[in-house]
């Protein structure tokens, strides 16, 4: 079943939605639904409920709500910091990050960092924003994660003591496993984790996190790609967690 998200003020009563813009030609031009069809809408607050179409306009959709939802998110938050890459690999991360279950992203700028902001930015910004909305409805997420402004190395830091745990993924010495770090987690945490751009952290990097608080670990003894260890970091704590069949 096709699954939506609207806001607030999208309500026509308090039963009623009304879906415009690109749903709304999704659903018309692309699924041809029709009245009496059902779908699944979610709210901005995570609330996921049936519904069913009641009349099909020209450029809207109006749905009348059903039963709640389970929720589909995670008990545990992990937002994803990423160093921004070149080409289609910040879609990438962004894409399987969300159906996997990332709670938001935060793109940022190091040292090693290929790519920077330019005047495409605003217009990358929105497409990367309808990947990841596409990517929740399609894997049933209740939440759309945000996506942070990019930002600088010391502002990502600053950024972190707002976290319960903030972890540096880094291939120098003094890594911790993963499973020793993520133990006895509560749900509701929100955990930070970082990994970084094409050419990596530099070591004065890895001591400036060390010194705000970042635990550096590590995902094995193999160098993996930034978009392959943006996933795995977030896969492997999602399993440490316990969502993703782990304990």
Not at 44 to 52: M, P, S
Not at 112 to 139: C, F, G, H, L
Not at 148 to 172: I, R, T, Y
Request: with cysteine; proline share 4%.
């Amino acid at each position: 079943m096709n699954r939506f998200f609207y806001k607030k003020s999208q309500l026509l009563s308090e039963h009623t939605v009304e879906l415009s813009g690109d749903d709304a030609h999704h659903l018309q031009r692309v699924l041809r639904a029709s009245v009496g069809e059902s779908l699944e809408l979610c709210c901005e607050t995570g609330r996921c409920r049936r519904a069913e179409i009641l009349a099909v306009g020209k450029n809207s959709v109006s749905c009348r709500l059903g039963d709640f939802l389970p929720d589909s998110e995670p008990s545990v938050q992990f937002s994803v910091a990423f160093g921004l890459l070149k080409g289609e690999k910040a879609e990438f991360i962004l894409q399987k990050a969300t159906e996997l279950g990332a709670a938001a992203f935060i793109p940022f700028i190091s040292g090693r960092t290929v790519i920077r902001p330019d005047k495409e930015m605003e217009n990358r910004s929105q497409r990367w924003q309808k990947i990841i909305r596409s990517a929740a409805a399609q894997s049933r997420r209740n939440l759309i994660p945000p996506l942070h402004s990019p930002v600088s190395w010391q502002q990502l830091l600053e950024l972190a003591k707002s976290f319960d745990k903030a972890l540096l993924f880094w291939e120098g010495k003094g890594g911790k496993p993963l499973s020793a770090v993520l133990k006895n987690l509560q749900p509701k945490s929100r955990i930070l984790l970082v990994t970084g751009p094409e050419g990596g952290f530099g070591d004065e990097e890895a001591v400036a996190a060390k010194s705000y608080g970042l635990e550096s670990v590590t995902l094995g003894p193999r160098i993996l790609r930034a978009e392959t260890a943006a996933l795995v970091a977030l896969a492997v704590s999602l399993y440490q967690a316990g969502e993703m069949g782990g304990s």
